[in-house]
């Protein structure tokens, strides 16, 4: 698809990429309200009319365009590349299985490589519309996509997203929207994605970061057999989320540091070691994050120290040697 318009030629007549890519998204409506796409068509298929056998096949060709020219303004509109972008966040799987084919393949390359492009100010509002909508998915696959494809996309255009303040701002949002998610894989990656963005002080670990992350960690859990009891089901499972959620954030602050020991640190170790005895995952994530910890901090230890009043080395060293770090 040629559509470019170079200087002191006249435009294009045909083909144009708007009106192709509108035609083939209209063809791949029969795909789109699922929340998932997966391969399911076979050779001996016979049934040429069925729209979504045809469907499949279409995307197929697409994802093979889509690869010859995503992330390349000049023959893909960025405009024409999000309206793909829901269709490619569905077939892509989060790790290969069984299930893996070309499709899902290809679809995950193309999410690469549209992930790496350089984007101008005025298209950063158009990707993260795109992105917001799918962390909305019902399918967890996609919302897991989402975060990988929003750690590339920052990395490759972190100076122009630091122009643009409000923006900034809704990354941060969407990043403690996705740490809120019911699904432990997608609460996993985003507090990956969140260490990475304070690594690079894409923004700051602040006071009101610090204390959102805080009362997230001290939602209230039941101990009680009686308590546990009356509550019901999914309101237990929210808590525990929740709970989970802000320990993940603070982890991801201790891990956002990991050859230096800042003034906050401290105060957050020890707020974390009080979520030692939590039930799973939060359990292990606290084991996980002191274990990362000491192994990145060992080295400059006699210097670290230095930062901890003597009651919080005392907290921290039975944390790091108790039977309790190694069960």
């Avoid at 318009?5 to 789109?32: C, G, I, M, Y």
């Avoid at 929207?177 to 690079?200: I, K, N």
Wanted: glycine fraction near 2%; hydrophobic fraction near 40%.
């Amino acid at each position: 698809m040629i559509d470019v318009a170079l200087p002191h030629t006249r435009p294009t007549s045909s083909p144009h990429v708007a009106e192709f890519v509108t035609r083939v998204l209209e063809r791949l409506k029969p795909l789109t309200s699922e929340p998932e796409i997966h391969n399911h068509v076979h050779e001996e298929n016979t049934q040429e009319t069925d729209e979504r056998t045809q469907a499949v096949k279409l995307l197929k060709t697409v994802l093979k365009w889509l690869m010859a020219s995503a992330g390349r303004t000049f023959t893909t509109p960025v405009q024409q590349q999000l309206q793909l972008l829901p269709v490619l966040f569905k077939i892509a799987p989060v790790e290969i299985d069984e299930s893996y084919d070309e499709m899902k393949q290809d679809a995950r390359t193309c999410l690469s490589l549209m992930s790496q492009g350089l984007l101008y100010p005025e298209h950063i509002p158009l990707v993260l519309a795109a992105l917001e909508e799918m962390a909305a998915s019902r399918s967890w696959h996609a919302r897991f996509s989402v975060l990988t494809y929003l750690q590339i996309t920052v990395f490759y255009n972190l100076f122009t997203l630091l122009s643009l303040p409000a923006e900034v701002l809704r990354i941060r949002k969407l990043v403690m929207q996705l740490l809120l998610d019911e699904q432990l894989e997608v609460r996993d990656m985003a507090c990956t994605t969140l260490s990475g963005l304070l690594q690079c002080q894409f923004f700051p670990l602040d006071s009101c970061l610090q204390t959102q992350l805080q009362t997230l960690s001290q939602t209230s859990l039941p101990k009680a057999r009686g308590e546990l009891a009356s509550m019901g089901t999914h309101i237990k499972h929210t808590h525990l989320v929740r709970r989970h959620a802000g320990v993940l954030g603070l982890s991801a602050c201790i891990l956002s540091s990991p050859y230096d020991v800042p003034q906050w640190m401290p105060q957050i170790l020890m707020e974390l070691s009080d979520h030692l005895n939590d039930p799973q995952p939060i359990e292990m994530t606290v084991k996980k994050t002191l274990s990362e910890f000491r192994r990145t901090h060992h080295d400059n230890w006699q210097e670290h120290r230095q930062c901890f009043t003597d009651d919080q080395l005392l907290v921290l060293t039975n944390l790091l040697v108790s039977p309790c770090y190694y069960a």
